[in-house]
């Protein structure tokens, strides 16, 4: 099974300044059909999980452009541009690679200085 | 709009039996796969189970294997996942999810709660 690491697990921001939030996969999530099933989720408070990337650096429908995802391989970076208070929650990595089975990060909570 | 509205869950004794549902609209049904995923309290996700679009295959993560079964009805739109033999471990909220080919997990209902506990 493919194991998802996040860092950090809590990342205080204060509103309007970047924020970025790492994932390590235990084994590369290149598929053989080439893509790599990276996805990021965003849960708010008392809200379930929302997709917000996928496939590395793909923003899901109504995602805003301050959103955006890189990486390759086995490392991953979701970073927030400039933070809103709306962002404030949980954001956990998914990888689909291994579909039918999926994994996902512990989870990092974002919050306001 | 896509709507997945989960019902069935409770409080149920350890060794019990629940059903959950998962009522599914908005969009095609029957052209999805489909997942179970839960969370327990303080906890990430934590995929269960899915389900072909014909209900062919099916496949679990280990902890339920044997306990819990998927399963699906096309001409109702609707997910279903069947827990015996409860534990407490599995205390958590069950989120019904569309799995969507080259993405992964992209749709989630709002959950319905199972607690397990004497």
């Known amino acids: 099974d493919i194991v998802m690491t996040q860092t950090p697990l809590s990342s205080p921001v204060t509103l309007g300044q970047p924020a970025s939030i790492s994932c390590r996969s235990s084994q590369s999530l290149v598929h053989s059909d080439g893509n790599t099933y990276l996805s990021w989720l965003q849960q708010r408070p008392g809200q379930p999980p929302r997709l917000l990337i996928y496939?590395?650096?793909n923003r899901f429908s109504g995602v805003p452009d301050r959103f955006s995802g890189s990486g390759a391989g086995t490392d991953f970076t979701l970073k927030i541009s400039r933070v809103e208070a709306e962002d404030v929650g949980l954001y956990y990595c998914?990888?689909?690679?291994?579909?039918?089975?999926?994994?996902f990060g512990q989870g990092t909570k974002l919050e306001i200085k | 709009e896509v709507h997945l509205v989960e019902s069935g869950g409770g409080l149920v004794q350890p060794g019990g039996s629940l059903r959950l549902s998962c009522a599914a609209s908005?969009?095609?049904?029957?052209?999805?796969?489909m997942s179970w995923v839960r969370q327990a309290p303080g906890k990430g996700p934590e995929w269960v189970a899915n389900i072909k679009q014909d209900g062919s295959e099916k496949y679990y993560v280990d902890s339920v294997k044997g306990r819990f079964t998927i399963s699906r009805d096309n001409a109702k739109n609707s997910l279903y996942l069947q827990m015996n033999s409860l534990r407490a471990e599995d205390t958590a909220v069950y989120y019904c999810?569309?799995?969507?080919?080259?993405?992964?997990?992209?749709?989630w209902g709002k959950g319905t709660t199972v607690t397990v506990s004497s």
């Open positions: 496939k590395i650096s």
């Open positions: 998914m990888q689909a690679t291994q579909f039918p089975l999926y994994s």
């Open positions: 999810a569309r799995d969507q080919s080259g993405i992964g997990i992209d749709v």
């Open positions: 908005g969009f095609t049904f029957r052209n999805y796969w």
